[in-house]
């Protein structure tokens, strides 16, 4: 395969597969192939049981400059509708997702660091919502989870004028979690990947739900507690001060 291919890059370590926005030609803007890639992709990660965190980043030094403008041509419906089913597919992980940004996360970028849980980014970033520089109609659902993260008046800001922000206002507006002094991104996202690994994911997928909005799950969960041996296993871990073992898996939500 051509290295400068433009295609997503995925690898498994310790509990944490990462998935590598590659298109170095175009600061790894997401082609068409790319969007349907996705979903497909993400499904199979979540049937992995080894998988029990996901790390979103992009190649080089720029997370994703958005969708390739080139694909608006053939059918901008087409392209839309293709980086929406990709963002919803990441937002429905059923696993804590983390997105490690440094330089551009733009446009459909921006869609799919917003559908992860967590962003955590490098100084130097920069963060925009560019629809208004082409004349397109932003998705509903991407919108509302925009406004979910920054409130109504930045996300008006953002969608208004397709202007650039820093990560000092990112941070300060809650579009990104933490941001890191340059070179350190790495580090602190394989750091902090290993502590949701070693973390119960019947703790952190039923919270990953409820904080989603989810009301029809109470039952299943409380079912899949009793169900499960992570409470016995937490408990006996602090009474006996060593690192937990928690075995407790989840497929994908219904």
Known sequence: MDRTEPRLITSVERGVATVVITNPAKRNAMTTAMWRSVPELLERLAADPEVRVLVLTGAGDTFCAGADISTLRESADTAQGLAVEAEEALAAFPRPTLAAVRGYCVGGGGQLAAACDLRFAEEGASFGVTPAKLGIVYPASSTRRLVALVGPGTAKH???????????????????????????????????????????????????????GRTDRDAHWAAEARGSTDTAEGVAAFLERRA???????APTP
């Open 158 to 212: 953002l969608l208004f004028s397709g202007e650039l922000i820093d990560t000092e206002r990112a941070l300060r507006t809650g579009l990104v979690d933490e941001v890191l002094s340059p070179g350190g991104l790495d580090k602190r996202v394989e750091e902090y990947g290993r502590v949701l690994a070693s973390r119960s994911q019947l703790t952190q997928t039923s919270a990953k739900e409820f904080a989603a």
């Open 244 to 250: 937990p073992r928690f075995t407790y898996t989840t």
